[in-house]
């Protein structure tokens, strides 16, 4: 089997797995401060599967300086989520929504520490996409391949302190690779994408 081979197998795995989940409509995120949809933009490089993701700018409202997925809120132009998340994927980052195949979608979930609800949609961008930081909300895009994503020795902890001087403090499990930390509803994203393909090692956990 060939690479290119191999990580269409995987991109048809995914989609045939996410064909039984319906996108939720797009009333149920719409005209909400805490409600987004974000693109897990996949390509392939070497004959591997990696993912993008985006280390939020330190000067955004919310989530500052987290590792994240292109995406946000809905706006009116957006006749449905993933045009919202396309459109956001766009702005972020540079991907052209005529450039992405649109592989499914997550249910949606809702982070630990904000409360905000994400529906997150997956989609298949080319290997040499030009990609391109929106200075005011991106400050760094990177990938990281599937190997190093289902790697234990990049498993550990992240430790979250609230805003404030009272702020609390949590430790939550981390993927901690090159310098970033994948954490929470990204995390949990992530390992979602990973049990797709590989049932047995892996279980998200509702409290990440």
Not at 114 to 138: C, H, T, Y
Not at 168 to 176: H, M, T, Y
């Amino acid at each position: 089997m060939s690479d290119a081979t191999a990580f269409a197998r995987q991109v048809e795995l995914i989609r045939r797995k996410l064909s039984t989940v319906t996108p939720a409509p797009r009333a149920a995120l719409a005209n909400k401060s805490n409600a987004a949809a974000v693109l897990m933009p996949l390509f392939e490089r070497d004959g591997g599967l990696h993912i993008v993701y985006i280390r939020r700018s330190d000067h955004v409202a919310s989530h500052r300086g987290q590792v994240a997925f292109p995406g946000g809120r809905v706006d009116p132009v957006d006749a449905t989520l993933l045009d919202a998340a396309l459109r956001e994927a766009h702005e972020e980052v540079g991907i052209h929504p005529s450039t992405v195949e649109v592989v499914g979608a997550f249910p949606t979930m809702q982070t630990t520490t904000s409360g905000i609800v994400v529906a997150p949609f997956v989609g298949v961008i080319p290997s040499d996409a030009p990609l391109k930081p929106q200075i005011s909300e991106v400050a760094e895009i990177f990938d990281v391949p599937l190997t190093a994503l289902r790697d234990p020795k990049f498993r550990g902890d992240y430790e979250w302190k609230s805003d404030g001087p009272a702020g609390r403090s949590s430790k939550f499990p981390a993927i901690l690779y090159g310098g970033q930390v994948i954490w929470g509803l990204t995390l949990r994203i992530t390992l979602n994408l990973i049990e797709l393909l590989d049932p047995a090692p892996f279980s998200s956990n509702s409290s990440l």
